[in-house]
Structures are given as C-alpha cells and as structure tokens.
C-alpha cells in the first residue's frame, strides 16, 4: 500500500502544475521577437500570446493588444487555446477528485470508494498533462520552422518565450502526479483485494432435535 506521504507529494505535484499550466494559459509571451535596432535606446521587444499581443519598449512603454477575432488565428494557435483550457478544466476536476480519494482527508466514504475516487482524480490529471504538453510540443515545431526557413523575414522570426517551457513542464507535473495516484488505485484494489469473509457451507445442526438414545 502506498503511504500518505506520497500522496501528499503527488498532490503538492498536481497543485504545481495546475498553477503553472493556468499562468502559461494566460501570459502572452508563447513567441518573443527582439529588435535591437539601431541603439539600445530603440530595443522592442514583441510577445505574443493565446490571448493578447504586447510591446515592449526599452524606454519603459508596454503596451497589449487583445486577439479578438479567433477566425483570423493561425491553427496552432487556435489549438493551443482550446487544449490548454481544457487543460486547466481536467486539471482543477482531478485535484478536486483526488482530494476525496486521500487518506489524509475524511471525505469519500469507506476505503475501497476512496481509491475509485483517487483513480479518477489520477486519470484526469494525466489526461490535463497530455492535453497541456500537446499544444506546447506543436506550438514549439511551428515556431522552430519559421525560423529555420529562409524564406521568412528576420524581423518575422521569433525564438519559443517562458510560457512555452511553464506549460511543458506544468503538462509534465500532472502527467506525473496523476500516474502517482493511478499506482495507488492499482496497489490497493487490484494487486491486493480485500479478502472476503469466509461463509460456512455447512449447516448448524438443528439443536432442537435430540437424539432419542439419551433419553434410553
């Protein structure tokens, strides 16, 4: 039986990723563009996001530009958007339902209800681990291939910004706690089943019958 201390790590995992795959969900530097210029003085630096567009100036402005128009986005990106809301979704359920499966807590019932209830909360934090590492992995690719083609503008390249490696190693972070909580399901119904009482097969004898030969 795995102990609760394990547990507890695999929670402490979970809460990680679920607060780093919700950051990169929301930052807007997945792409960073910097243009020196021709002095320091006139450095910006371009970010963009799932969400918004930013600007920065060396001189101090920032400024952001909301992406309303979601027709007008690039596939990846579009995709990227939607896997990592569902990510954040399948990621708040699962520690929700793992929470209930934990020996340290008194919620779920008996023992074998609490480990479904651990086994479900595990499967749905590794599915928010794929569905988080999907769009990071393929947002990468696309970045690393408008770089390397020479055919793209220098000033249209860019280089894969923090929220890329946020929202790989948060994906990462879930797959891992919820593989921990799955083991525990396995450990505890699967390799070792409660055992079931043993019922007698055989009848009591009827006490109220007596033998005539004690009364001889």
């Known amino acids: 039986m795995i102990s609760a201390g394990l547990q507890l790590l695999a929670f402490a995992l979970a809460l990680s990723g679920v607060s780093g795959v919700l950051m990169a969900t929301l930052l807007p530097n ?8 021709a002095n320091i ?8 996001g799932l969400w918004m567009d930013c600007t920065w100036h060396s001189t101090g402005m920032f400024s952001c530009t909301l992406k309303y128009s979601v027709l007008a986005l690039p596939t990846h990106v579009q995709a990227a958007r939607a896997a990592m809301v569902l990510a954040c979704v399948l990621s708040a359920v699962g520690m929700c339902t793992a929470t209930i499966g934990m020996k340290c807590t008194r ?4 023992r074998e ?33 408008n770089f390397v083609d020479v055919t793209v503008p220098e000033s ?3 280089e894969p910004g923090g929220a890329v490696y946020i929202g790989f ?3 990462m972070l879930l797959f891992i706690s919820g593989m921990i909580f799955c083991i525990k399901k396995d450990s505890e119904v699967w390799l070792h089943p ?9 009848q009591p004898e009827d006490r109220s019958a007596y033998s005539l030969k004690d009364y001889v």
């Open 113 to 145: 209800t609490k480990s479904y209830a651990c086994f479900a909360g595990g499967v749905c934090l590794m599915s928010a681990g794929i569905s988080g590492l999907i769009p990071t992995v393929w947002y990468t690719k696309e970045i690393i291939a």
């Open 194 to 202: 409660s055992k079931q009482q043993h019922v007698p097969t055989t």
């Open 107 to 110: 919620l779920g019932g008996d």
């Open 169 to 171: 190693i948060s994906a």
């Open 30 to 37: 997945w792409k960073v563009n910097v243009d020196p210029g």
């Open 156 to 158: 249209n390249k860019h």
């Open 41 to 48: 003085i006139t450095a910006i630096v371009q970010l963009q």
